[in-house]
Structure formats: C-alpha cells, structure tokens
C-alpha cells in the first residue's frame, strides 16, 4: 500500500511540474497578445486587494495529499520605484503523505499595481531532497529578463542568464493576476486565444478554449463559474487533448476555483476550500449548510 501510495503521490507531483508549465503558458497570454509602449501601461483593475487569501485542498485520485494558498500581502511594497503588490503561492504536502513525498514549495512575484507586470520572481523549491532557488529580475525599460539560479554546493547564486523580453512580459504570478481582470463575458463557447508562451528559455505554441459557465459543487458551496481549458498536444502524461480544465468564479473577483487534470495514471485536482478578503462577495448560488 505504502509503495503504490508513494508511486501515486510521486505521479500527481511530476503532473505538477509539468502543469505548471501549460498553466504558464495559459497565464502568460497578456505577455504576447497585449504588448504595447510605454513600459507601464496601465490596467484598469476592480477585481481583488491587499489582504486576500485563497486556500485549496489538492487532492489525487481518492487520496487527500496537499494543501495550497494563494496570498496577497496586506502592504504594498516598492519595487524599482513603483508599487507593487506581493503575491505568494505555496503548495505542501500534509498528513501522512507528507511521510513519503515531502513537498514545501512557493512560488511569488513584485507585482505592479498599476501595471500588473513583475518586477521580481521567485521560487523556493523544497520536494523530498530536491531543492531549487530562483530569481528574476524583470527590467520593463529595456525589455531584459535576468534570470539567476543558486548554486547547491555554494548556497550561492549562479552567474545569471538574460534574455530579451516582449513588452510587458509576464510570469505566471503577474500573468495571474492580470487574468483575472480579463472580461470571460465577451467570449463565446469555442472560442480559442493563441498563444506563444515563454517559460524560462523556451518559446511554446498553445491554444485555450473557453467552454462557457457551469456550476462547481465545493465545500464553501456551489459557485458560478468560467471555465477554460488549455488544449493538449498528444503526450504520454494527459489524458487527451480536453485533459486539462480551469474553472474561474464568474463574478468581479474571477477568483480560480477548480483545477482538474486527466492523466493516464489517475485523476489530479485542486479545489478552493476558504477565501478571506475578498473585495466582492463570492458568486455562491447555494451556501454550503455547516
């Protein structure tokens, strides 16, 4: 049992990896479709503040193995003269798969408030005795990205890398947050955004669909929602080209609700279980009873 669980959890979190990476893609749209001078163009946003928090259980097929929050810091920050949210993402193992996969991992961004464009990323990645510590840092003048990873023997940062960036380019935290700004009610079903992603030093082609609005049963109660679906190159991971699904509250907020994941080896999600600042109520069509 311990075996196939490990095999199981080992699995779910390689789905992770590679996840990311189409979600990436998916959030970086704004990068490559709505890149014009100057640097700081404004977007006018309504949609969520200082001080929010979102958590999600993660689940693996029958099998509770996580815990994740999404977080905005309660303060505003300065960033190479601007002011900038901070955005946290963490995702952990929890309980008794925490025995045998042991993940801490967070993912966060300086986040223009005006322009919602990173000046800063990073990522502290703790999985099992994997580790890995990033940083970029994002020059929106130039079009430069500097990109710098820490030496595991030294505990020091490598010599960085640079590329040369679209305008307004942005990570997955900053492509996040703009997302959500994004009005889901001009799209028709079937509608398709293409995209050419870049995720650390690579270019990628990738297509969304938006499939309309359905209703998500969660524990905080049934939630109206936009739902989105990345389309799949053939691969031996996801099941199918469909195999990926996002569901976004469809009110102001456009908060992530629901991500499923359709892989050959089992079924992968991650479902909102509490929210905290929020700036508009929560589209909740039926309360869940306590």
């Known amino acids: 049992m311990a075996s196939g669980l490990y095999d199981a959890i080992t699995e779910f979190f390689n789905l992770m990896k590679k996840l990311g990476f189409y979600i990436a893609g998916f959030l970086l749209l704004s990068s490559f479709i709505f890149h014009e001078k100057p640097a700081y163009k404004s977007v006018v946003h309504n949609n969520f503040t200082t001080g929010e928090l979102l958590n999600y259980h993660v689940t693996f097929g029958i099998f509770s193995v996580g815990e994740a929050k999404m977080e905005i810091k309660d303060k505003t920050f300065r960033v190479n003269g601007r002011k900038c ?20 991992d967070v993912w966060g961004a300086y986040v223009d408030t005006a322009a919602l464009i990173p000046h800063i990323s990073y990522r502290k990645i703790r999985e099992n005795n994997y580790k890995k510590d990033e940083l970029v840092k994002f020059d929106h003048n130039t079009n430069m990205i500097e990109y710098k990873v820490v030496d595991k023997k030294t505990g020091k940062f490598k010599e960085p890398l640079y590329f040369k960036a679209p305008d307004n380019v942005r990570d997955m935290v900053g492509g996040y947050m703009y ?49 989105l679906v990345p389309i799949m190159p053939d691969n031996k ?7 990926i699904a996002v569901w976004f509250s469809a009110d102001r907020n456009k908060i992530p609700v629901r991500i499923e994941a359709s892989m050959f080896v089992g079924k992968a999600g991650v479902e909102i279980e509490k929210t905290h600042g929020l700036l508009h109520p929560l589209n909740i069509v039926t309360k869940k009873q306590s």
Request: charged share 30%.
């Open 237 to 243: 991971l996801f099941d199918g080209e469909n195999s």
């Open 85 to 104: 949210y901070r955005v946290d993402v963490h995702g952990k193992t929890t309980g008794l798969v925490s025995w045998v996969a042991k993940v801490n």
């Open 179 to 227: 997302l959500r700004t994004l009005d889901f009610n001009s799209f028709k079903i079937g509608d398709t955004i293409r995209v050419d992603a870049f995720f650390e030093d690579t270019f990628y082609d990738f297509q969304i669909m938006y499939k309309g609005t359905e209703i998500v049963k969660t524990k905080i109660g049934k939630i109206n929602c936009h739902k």
